[in-house]
């Protein structure tokens, strides 16, 4: 690859095109123009002169050009256009090219390469000359120079100009009309210790080209690139006003920087039910961004009722400067109650526009607050312009975020207030929703709560419950536990799942543990015969649900007791099956409460509780099969029934939750829990921290009779955390 080329002081697109046929009747210099995505390469009539073709012969491609080169020239240009192409930068080449009469001649090419609009090279345009001409190349480089459209000057080496073409004059201009024969940094002296002067003066003293973007002050107040090159004379420089170009750029970066911050503030917004966590961390997102320190206000009551006040709260505060926070701290411990009735942000609670406070900020909310603390602290803060906003959300104003600028920078414009309004809907909902979230789950354990008792304590057994409700509201409602003594004396421990996630299935649940309490007080049954009773009422009384249930029954006899075992019966609806926990010592099963120290976990033994058959759910069949199952237990067993809130997870199969839930309970057994402890810790390394179902769970430990009892709970005890 090969090519001619351009000055190195270029054209910036096709608006210049006017210059090219400038330089070719001033100059004789020949013009090209090469499309890099078509292929189509474009010369003028002077250049195709220059070469001695005419356009009819000449193919308009970069390979017909590498024809007309001399072979031994043809890779040194193509590096040459490569370089440029690859590096958006200037190209020269000086190489031969064959006449059609076979006779040799010199060219000299300069050019450059131009970006597109994915900012890779595009274009390649540039000029050539017959380098052989001789004595008129200076004054065709003279005219050249005056007709392009790009910025340039040359400075010699004591840094003073001597040459500014038309263009440079006119963009420099508002700080001298002729700047020729005076010193660059006497005549620009912002330019001292800037990019300016250091790309300038490593240039001329590492004799390199450099090339960079700069912003010079007032009175010039423009962006440029520009490109510097070492000359036998001094600095040859060219340079572009990029003002407008930067400003589309910054314009997309802060598009760009606040799509992202709506996007952090949605994620913030929803990683979290707790109504304020979420909603105090917009301080801490909005700096520096949109604003130099920011305050977050939540309305714990209705905006127009009296005593409103005492329903304010700040629970979120953040300023840019580390050093300035702990005054911004203060301040929003401070402001509430120093806040006079004509503040600007119960006018907002209020109902009205958001409030826009362009400049004078300090002195104008500090007319609102009354003298003290907090006045003195937000003065010492001084800021120069501010923004109170409403969080809206359900129709009502949840909250209020109110931010500050400093005097440094530009107040709140349009754009600001529309990216607030973006955040303030969507915290506002967040806040509104998230309380709905509270108000739901806490009336949705409240009735589950209610439905569930503290068990019995009869002497030679010890029963833990324990309920976990679900993090999201609809996911509250499904699972019990229960456990009363039968009229016989026996202990009943039940546990079951409704199926469904809602409060209906709270309501259902608290039918069916109330139905099966009563079948089995009043008959005396065994667990399969209640079991096929409530499908009996179930069915009768058209009850609409279905549940998994265990119902376990632990009785003994004289001579159980007198050989310390315990005949545990149970009968599982379609429910995951129990789990029994013994430690074997070298004279048998070890009650943990007799051990002094932990045991090795080889030493604790792990049982599933499978039925001899599989029975149907509850509530599909008013005569489907109901069968027990029977185990005698010794002494300081401890039995664990649990719904599949315990043991599904994302991912894993039931299988699995329950070989976990069994290696837990082997470390915890082994680690010498007492049962309210061991259950705690149960509910601790089981669950996530964001539990997608409600959990319930009934352990019971085997002791002696003689065993003190442990303290009886009541029937809000059993702790959720």
Known sequence: MAGAGLTPFGASDAEDAPWLALAVEAAGVGVFDWDLATGELRWDNQLLDLFERDRAAFAGTIEAFNEYVHPDDRDRVGRA???????????????????????????????????????????????????????????????VLEAMPTAFFALDREWRFTYVNPVAQRLLGAISSDPVGQNIWELFP???????????????????SVSFEAYYPPPLDDWYEVRAWPTPDGLSVYFLDITERRAAQETLERHARRSSLVAAVSGALNDTMDPEAGVARLAALLVPELCDWCLVTIVDGEPGSSGFRRQLRDIGAWHADPDLQPAVDQYAASRLPALQDDAFLFAVLRGAD???????????????????????????LAPESAVIMALRGHGRTTGLITLFR???????????????????????????????????????????????????????????????????????????????????????????????????????????????????????????DVLRRMDAVIDGLRVDSSASAVVARFEQTEQERADGVTRMRWSNAGHPPPLVVMVRGDEGVVDPADLAAPVPETAVEVRELWADQTNMLLGLFPDAPRTESVVSLPRGATVLLYT??????????????????????????????????????????????????????????????????????????????
């Open 81 to 143: 256009l490569s370089v440029a192409i690859a590096s958006l930068g200037e190209y020269e080449a000086e190489y031969r090219v064959t006449l059609p009469s076979g006779r040799l001649r010199w060219i000299r090419a300069r050019g450059r390469a131009l970006a597109g609009t994915d900012g890779t090279a595009a274009r390649v345009v540039g000029a050539a000359i017959d380098s052989g001409a001789g004595t008129d190349e200076e004054t065709r480089a003279f005219k």
């Open 190 to 208: 912002d330019a001292l210790g800037t990019e300016f002067e250091w790309s300038y003066r490593r240039a001329a003293a590492h004799h390199e």
């Open 354 to 380: 958001p409030v826009l406070i362009e400049s004078g900020a300090t002195e104008r909310i500090s007319a609102v607050l009354e003298p003290g603390p907090a006045r003195d602290v937000y003065r010492g």
């Open 406 to 528: 400093a005097a440094g920078r530009a107040p709140f414009d349009r754009d600001d207030l529309d990216v607030l309004a973006d955040i303030g809907s969507r915290a506002g909902l967040a806040l509104g929703n998230a309380r709905a979230f509270v108000e739901q789950r806490d009336m949705a354990e409240a009735l589950q709560r209610s439905l569930l008792t503290a068990p019995p304590e009869p002497d030679h057994l010890h029963v833990v419950v324990r309920y976990e409700p679900a993090a999201e509201a609809v996911q509250v409602g499904g699972d019990w536990y229960d456990s009363f003594l039968q009229p016989g004396g026996a202990t009943n421990v039940v546990i079951g799942d409704v199926i469904g996630h809602d409060t209906a299935s709270a309501a259902a649940m608290g039918q069916m543990r109330s139905l099966l309490r009563g079948i089995a007080m009043t008959t005396d049954e065994g667990p399969a």
């Open 644 to 721: 599949d809130g315990l043991v599904e997870r994302r991912g894993e199969g039931v299988e699995q939750g329950i070989a976990r839930l069994a290696g837990v309970l082997r470390d915890l057994v082994a680690e010498g829990l007492d049962l309210e402890s061991a259950c705690d810790e149960v509910l601790r390394r089981m669950l996530p921290g964001r539990p997608e179902d409600d959990v319930a769970l009934v352990a019971v430990r085997l002791h002696r009779e003689d065993q003190p009892r442990p303290p009886e709970a009541g029937p809000s005890d059993p702790p959720i955390d």
